[in-house]
């Protein structure tokens, strides 16, 4: 039988990552493919950041921003 295995590969900037890093605990503008959207940076991944806003998390992947900024 043939046995077909799926990968998953997701590219991801590593100087993006770092400085996002850097702004853990920070509120931030992040401009994505669609809106731009503020709030508190609570946890980045090499693939999405978590931004809070009135208490609810936001995942927003990696390759949908477009700029990040400290508000």
Same mark, same amino acid.
């Given at each position: 039988? /043939?046995?077909?295995? @799926? +990968?998953? %590969?997701? /590219?991801?900037? #590593?100087?993006?990552?770092?400085? %996002? ?6 509120? *931030?503008? %992040?401009? @994505? @493919? =669609?809106? #731009? ?11 999405? *950041?978590?931004?809070? *806003? /009135? =208490? %609810? #998390?936001?995942?927003?992947? +990696? ?6 900024? #400290?508000?």
């Amino acid at each position: 039988m /043939n046995s077909q295995e @799926t +990968t998953f %590969v997701s /590219n991801y900037d #590593p100087f993006v990552y770092q400085a %996002v890093n850097s702004l853990i605990g920070s509120m *931030i503008t %992040v401009q @994505t @493919t =669609k809106n #731009p959207v503020q709030g508190m940076l609570t946890s980045a991944a090499p693939d999405h *950041i978590v931004i809070e *806003i /009135n =208490k %609810v #998390p936001f995942f927003i992947r +990696t390759q949908q921003i477009v700029w990040i900024s #400290p508000s």
